[in-house]
């Protein structure tokens, strides 16, 4: 098994373990009251991280590896474990609001309003370039800015509706 195969391996896993995590606390938010906002373009982000995974399988698994590339990819795993361990149980990959729950103000989000989402879009353009993948990145990265352009415009419209706090969108 190549490294790069080791890589995309982990990769996939961690994926799928956050897509566990993300309706554990979605269902719990959910419980709670809240509600989720957007859920329509929600496909469409799986679908854009899915096949940016299949790509890097199909035409990576056997690609040598930038170990630099690779180096700030591992760096970026970082600030996401940050996000997660400040967002706790209201972290999840869908727009959920809970009113009544203050906006997170700490961690990451003490210096930017959506740190996952700068940890997704260098994700997304470094894993590729990690695997000598140069194209893959170009479209990959403009496929996950169209997608976050859509989601950051209703985050962005649901914040501006008084009296609607959101959980700390991841």
Do not use: C, K
Not at 144 to 149: D, E, F
Request: hydrophobic share 55%; glycine share 8%; no cysteine.
């Amino acid at each position: 098994m190549s490294l790069a195969s080791i890589i995309l391996a982990l990769v996939t896993l961690q994926r799928l373990g956050e897509l566990v995590l993300s309706r554990h606390n979605t269902g719990r938010l959910l419980a709670r009251g809240a509600v989720e906002v957007g859920a329509n373009h929600y496909p469409l982000v799986v679908s854009v991280h899915a096949a940016w995974l299949i790509a890097l399988w199909a035409w990576g698994r056997e690609q040598d590896v930038n170990l630099a590339a690779l180096t700030v990819y591992l760096a970026l795993q970082g600030l996401r474990l940050w996000i997660l361990a400040t967002l706790g149980p209201r972290w999840t990959t869908r727009i959920i609001v809970l009113p009544g729950e203050p906006l997170v103000a700490s961690g990451p989000y003490r210096y930017l309003s959506h740190p996952n989402y700068a940890v997704v879009i260098g994700e997304i353009a470094l894993l590729p370039l990690a695997l000598h993948l140069p194209r893959l990145a170009v479209i990959f990265t403009i496929l996950n800015l169209a997608v976050l352009a859509v989601r950051i415009g209703v985050e962005t419209r649901t914040l501006s509706v008084p009296g609607r706090p959101r959980t700390g969108a991841p």
